[in-house]
C-alpha cells in the first residue's frame, strides 16, 4: 500500500526529497530535511543558484554558507537543473512563485510547469505536495488532473496534499523548524504521510481534513495581515489629520493583554506575500459570484500610500519655500522591510518613482541593496536605475528632504537628524530620545 511504503521511507529516513525551486521557501526547506538526514534534490531553472548551492553559497539571508556547504559536504544534497532525477524523489515540493498577472488574476504558470516536469518523471509511490501559496481548489483541480492524465491513480500510484510555507524572511526568532505547519491532503492518506513527514521537520504539525482549507488558511492569513496593515495605515492618515502621535496610541492600545494585536503603518505593503496574496482569495471568490469588500478596501489604502508619503515629502518642502521639482530626495532603506534584501514589491520603488515623476532628484542608501531597476511597464518617473549611495555626511547634508522607507538597524539614525533639517519617517525610526535631541523637522506617519 503506497501509504505504509512511504510512511516506511520517512521513518527509517531513507526517502528522497525533490523539491522544485530553490527560493526564499524552497531553499531553507531543502537545507532543513538535509539537516535531519534525509536526501535532497534541489530542482531549480536558474542555473546560477544551482551552481552557488552545489558550491556550498547560500544566496538566501536566513541560510547560512556553512549550514549549505554542511549538507553538500555530508553528500545528502545536491542541487540540479536536470528534472529527470524527479524520479529519484519519493517526495516532491513544489516551492515555484505564485505572482499575479498584469491583470491580478494569479499568474498559474510555474505551478502547471512544475505539475509537467513531475508528470513526465512520475513513478507509483511518490507523494508531491505543493506549498506555492494559491487559492483553494489548486492542489485538487489542477496538479490531480495533471497526473491522472499521465495514467496515475491517486491513493494506489501517488499521494498529494497541501502545505503552506509561513516563513518570515529574516525573522531570527521564528524558522522553519519553530513554526507550526498546517498540512491539508487530498483525502486522508495523503494528509496522514505528509503530516508525517513534516512532524521530522518541525516542532509542531496541523493536520486539516483537505487541501482546500490548508490552501484557505494561508490565504486568510495573509489577508488578515494586508486588511490590519490597511487599518493601521488609514488610522495613521488619521491620527495625522487630527494631529496625535500615531505611534503613541498604538503602543498604548498594545498595552491590553486581549483583543488587540498591533499592526504598523508604513509606506505601503511589500514582499512577494501580503500583496499579492488576497487577490488570490477574491479572485477565486469571484469566480463563484462573490465580492471581497475588505480585500478590496485595504488593497485601496495600502497602495495608496506612497503617493500619501510623497505628499507628505511635498507639504514639508513647501513649508521650506521648496518645490518638489528640483530638489534632492535621499531615501534610506529601499528593501520592503527592515534588515532584509527583497526588493519585491518594495514600497520605496513606488515612492521613487513617483518622487521622479514630479522633478525631485531621487538618491538612496540601503545597505542590503546595491542597485535598484524599475519596471518601464509601471514607471511613470524616468525610469533609470539607481545605485546606492554609501552613507557619508555630505549625502545627508545634500538633501533637501530624507524620507526613510525601511528601517533597517544599521544606519546611524543620531546622524541623520543631527545633519538633516528634514526627514519623513515612514517607520517610526526615530526614537524619542533621538527626536527630541535633534534641530531638524521630522514628520512621521
Ligand atoms: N518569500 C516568502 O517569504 C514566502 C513566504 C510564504 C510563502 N511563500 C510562497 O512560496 C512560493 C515561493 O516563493 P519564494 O519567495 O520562495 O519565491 P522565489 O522567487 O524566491 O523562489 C522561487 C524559485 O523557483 C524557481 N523556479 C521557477 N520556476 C521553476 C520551475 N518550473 N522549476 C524549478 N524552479 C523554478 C525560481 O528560479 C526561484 O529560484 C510562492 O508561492 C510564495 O507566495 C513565500
Redesign the pocket.
Known amino acids: 500500500m503506497i501509504k505504509d511504503q512511504i510512511k516506511n521511507l520517512i521513518e527509517e529516513k531513507s526517502a528522497c526529497i525533490g523539491v522544485?525551486?530553490?527560493?526564499?521557501?524552497?531553499?531553507p526547506l531543502i537545507v532543513e530535511f538535509t539537516s535531519k538526514g534525509f536526501q535532497g534534490i534541489g530542482?531549480?531553472?536558474?542555473q546560477k543558484?544551482v551552481d552557488s548551492i552545489n558550491n556550498g553559497d547560500s544566496y538566501?539571508v536566513d541560510v547560512s554558507d556553512e549550514d549549505v556547504q554542511k549538507c553538500i559536504d555530508s553528500g545528502k544534497m545536491t542541487a540540479t537543473t536536470d528534472?529527470s532525477q524527479l524520479e529519484k524523489c519519493d517526495v516532491i515540493i513544489i516551492?515555484?512563485?505564485?505572482p499575479l498577472r498584469k491583470t491580478k488574476d494569479p499568474d498559474m504558470s510555474?505551478i502547471l510547469?512544475?505539475g509537467d516536469?513531475i508528470q513526465k518523471y512520475m513513478r507509483p509511490g511518490q507523494l508531491v505536495i505543493l506549498?506555492?501559496?494559491?487559492y483553494p481548489g489548486t492542489t485538487d483541480e489542477i496538479l490531480q488532473p495533471i497526473f491522472e492524465k499521465a495514467g496515475f491513480k491517486l491513493n494506489e500510484d501517488f499521494l498529494l496534499a497541501f502545505s503552506?510555507?509561513?516563513?518570515?524572511?529574516g525573522n531570527a526568532q521564528f524558522q522553519t523548524h519553530n513554526i507550526p505547519k498546517v498540512v491539508g491532503g487530498v483525502g486522508e492518506d495523503s494528509t496522514e504521510v505528509a503530516s508525517l513527514l513534516y512532524s521530522k521537520i518541525v516542532n509542531e504539525v496541523h493536520s486539516v481534513t483537505s487541501s482546500r482549507v490548508a490552501e484557505a488558511c494561508?490565504l486568510w492569513e495573509n489577508t488578515f495581515r494586508a486588511i490590519n496593515i490597511g487599518m493601521a495605515n488609514e488610522m495613521a492618515k488619521l491620527c495625522n489629520t487630527l494631529g496625535i502621535d500615531t505611534w503613541e496610541v498604538v503602543k498604548a492600545a498594545d498595552t491590553k493583554p486581549f483583543g488587540f494585536m498591533a499592526f504598523y503603518p508604513g509606506p505601503g505593503l511589500g514582499?512577494?506575500?501580503i500583496p499579492?496574496?488576497p487577490h488570490y482569495l477574491s479572485w477565486k471568490a469571484r469566480q463563484h459570484g462573490f465580492d471581497s469588500q475588505f480585500i478590496t478596501l485595504a488593497e485601496e489604502i495600502n497602495s495608496g500610500m506612497p503617493e500619501y508619503v510623497v505628499k507628505l515629502v511635498a507639504d514639508a518642502l513647501n513649508e521650506n519655500k521648496k518645490a518638489v521639482n528640483g530638489s534632492k530626495v535621499l531615501i534610506l532603506g529601499v528593501a520592503y522591510k527592515k534588515d532584509i534584501d527583497?526588493m519585491?514589491e518594495s514600497p520605496a520603488l513606488s515612492v521613487i518613482d513617483l518622487l521622479r515623476s514630479k522633478g525631485a532628484e531621487v538618491a538612496y542608501h540601503d545597505p542590503f541593496v546595491p542597485e535598484v531597476t524599475f519596471d518601464h511597464a509601471y514607471t511613470i518617473g524616468d525610469g533609470e536605475p539607481l545605485y546606492s549611495k554609501d552613507f557619508s555626511d555630505d549625502l545627508i547634508k545634500d538633501a533637501d528632504c530624507v524620507v526613510i522607507c525601511a528601517d533597517h538597524s544599521d544606519v546611524d539614525y543620531a546622524k541623520v537628524t543631527e545633519l538633516s533639517n528634514l526627514i519623513v519617517d515612514t517607520r517610526n525610526a526615530l526614537n524619542k530620545e533621538v527626536r527630541e535631541n535633534s534641530n531638524s523637522k521630522i514628520i512621521r506617519l
Open positions: 522544485i525551486g530553490l527560493g526564499y521557501v524552497g531553499l530542482f531549480e531553472v536558474d543558484k538566501i528534472f516551492c515555484v512563485p505564485t510555474y510547469a512544475a516536469e506549498e506555492s501559496t494559491t503552506p510555507e509561513r516563513v518570515d524572511p494561508k514582499g512577494h506575500c499579492l496574496d527583497d519585491r
